[in-house]
């Protein structure tokens, strides 16, 4: 198992240096430029050559790809040019309000997901079923933002139910340590400000976890349909075997690994939702603070965040893979 992680790490390396290689020009092949961003109306000839000539940006490309290369392997990810704080800095702030919502998202995908998909199966050809495909299959096929829009006008601005953006009340005096809201709630015993925090996630992280739990769904029901039709679980029956530890041990044990492969994507997959759902709630996290980089052009901000998304989509798919050998001995042993 050790041996298997090791050389999974060491994967990550040449992985990495191409993705760098093309986020490095894909960043640079952005319309305009950082000095035109940065500058606006003042985009002079003199002031764009100065703020050229002050950020490196007149060097040829493959001086200023080893130049931020050599940083990026230092631990300096170089300085936004928007807000000129650390890109590190700017990342450690907003990573606890991203997670956080990530975190809930993908309680509610999965918590809801496994549930109803295994649901259809056991339904399967019946009203049920055919309901909740259909409805997956519409999760699955409308817009992430749309589905925000229309959360956050029907239960924020019609109902007056949910927050529609932030992450807090700004009236309420919280104390944070962890930068995680809830959490910061919990540890000081200000539950009023954790309450507010987690009514403030709610909306976004629905939004946020609407396409993984279609997918989550349907990937659940085609492999329990698939497993539950296999000699094996027939001869348990045969054998007398109870219901539950069939359904327990044979089905649902089995048919856990291509959920699992499904979970540990959509876990990835959630900062590129994030993005869009961030931006429609006012929500101070990863994703509307690295579209907004798009939009200003601040390469440090882009290229140091999307490495930082990178590694930990890397490192999530390395555990999906290790989890395999927990529950399944099969690959254990293999």
Known sequence: ??????????????????????????????????????????????????????????????VQYFTWLGQLLQGDFGTSLQTRQPVLQEFAQRLPATLELSFLAIIIAVGLGIPLGYLAARRHGRASDHFLVGASLLGITIPVFFLAFMLKWVFAVQLGWLPSEGRQDPRLDATH??????????????????????????????ALASIPLAIIVRITRASVLEVQNSDYVRTGMAKGISRSTIRSRFILRNAMLPVITTIGLQVGL?????????????????????????????????????????????????????????????VRVS
């Open 1 to 62: 198992m050790l041996r298997t992680i090791g050389s999974r790490l060491l994967l990550l390396i040449p992985t990495l240096f191409g993705l760098s290689i093309l986020l490095f020009l894909w960043v640079r092949a952005l319309p305009g430029g950082p000095a035109v961003a940065l500058l606006g109306e003042r985009a002079t000839p003199e002031a764009v050559e100065q703020i050229n000539e002050q950020y490196g940006f007149n060097e040829p490309l493959i």
């Open 177 to 206: 340590y962890t930068g995680f809201y809830v959490l910061d709630g919990i540890l000081t015993g200000e539950w009023d400000a954790a309450w507010d925090a987690f009514l403030h996630l709610i909306l976004p992280a629905v």
């Open 270 to 330: 959630l900062i590129s939702g994030a993005v869009l759902t961030e931006t429609v709630f006012a929500f101070p996290g990863i994703g509307s603070f690295l579209a907004r980089a798009i939009f200003t052009r601040d390469y440090p901000v882009l290229q140091g965040f999307i490495i930082f998304i990178a590694i930990g989509y890397a490192l999530i798919n390395l555990a999906v893979d290790v989890s395999y050998s927990f529950i399944d001995p099969r």
